[in-house]
């Protein structure tokens, strides 16, 4: 079937956001059409519409939350929308951490991308945000309104945002992988019920993170080119390699040919531990 055309996507989203308040059946409706969407290349038009709904204070004012059906739907639709985001934003964004980062955005782009959080209210932005605004600003604000709903959703919500947060933090590249961990590490010490939902999801990051600092030290003592290392040292980051690609697994998809745990600069090691390892001996 032919593409949707973007105009059609948007519309149809935020009708049927609109018409949540008089048919909250339609919440199923709505995460469908975005489901069907998402299916003829026009993700980054869904991403959006979910983004402005859960970011809107005044859908809050729309919908009479007094209303238990209503106040249930809402729930519902919340929910929905926050682990779509969780299970698309990456792919609607196109942030990978297996993309090196100087294949980012334009200037043009990444000036407007910076001026859009700060107009939607994210308040003072620290360095890192502004980076990340500046390199992808979907995925920017995506990370933003996930942190936001951590204070704002039930507690069923919030361990959806938690799912979220670590599904964006293993696809994605810096810096939004160190942002996701962050907020997700702040939630450790606040009285949020979600230690054994964080717990696993943070120890998996502190694995990736560690397996990146072996990298560099292998690098400092064999150099940058892998053509250079012994057997021994391919065989440790292969090894790294392949385990955390299991582990990640465990927490959301990733393509195993070409997803890179240790980061874009492993590529070259893990190519060449490949072949000098496959070597008949």
């Known amino acids: 079937h032919q593409p949707w055309p973007a105009e059609s996507v948007s519309s149809i989203l935020f009708c049927l956001s609109a018409r949540l308040a008089a048919t909250p059946a339609l919440t199923l409706e709505l995460l469908q059409t975005a489901l069907t969407a998402s299916e003829v290349d026009n993700l980054h038009v869904v991403l959006s519409a979910v983004l402005s709904f859960l970011g809107s204070p005044a859908r809050a004012g729309y919908i009479h939350e007094s209303h238990p059906e209503v106040a249930a739907a809402r729930e519902i639709h919340n929910r929905a929308a926050i682990e779509f985001l969780g299970e698309n934003a990456n792919f609607a964004a196109q942030e990978f951490a297996w993309v090196p980062e100087d294949e980012g955005l334009d200037s043009e782009d990444q000036i407007s991308g910076a001026d859009s959080l700060e107009e939607r209210g994210e308040g003072e932005m620290s360095v890192g945000l502004v980076q990340a605004a500046a390199r992808n600003p979907l995925m920017a604000q995506t990370v933003a309104l996930l942190q936001r709903c951590l204070t704002t959703s039930s507690w069923i919500g919030r361990l959806e945002v938690v799912r979220a947060l670590g599904k964006i933090a293993v696809r994605s590249g810096e810096p939004f992988r160190l942002q996701c961990y962050t907020v997700l590490h702040s939630t450790l010490t606040a009285s949020l019920g979600l230690f054994a939902t964080v717990s696993p999801i943070i120890d998996l990051l502190d694995k990736m993170y560690k397996a990146q600092v072996r990298l560099r030290e292998l690098e400092v003592q064999a150099g940058t080119s ?3 290392w012994d057997s ?7 090894q790294l390699h392949s385990q955390l690609i299991k582990e990640v697994s465990l ?10 745990p240790l980061g874009p600069e492993s590529r070259d090691v893990i190519k060449e531990a490949r072949e000098k390892l496959s070597e008949p001996k």
């Open 232 to 238: 021994r040292s391919l065989t440790e980051v292969d």
């Open 226 to 228: 892998a053509v250079n």
């Open 251 to 260: 927490v959301c998809y990733v393509p195993p040919h070409i997803y890179l």
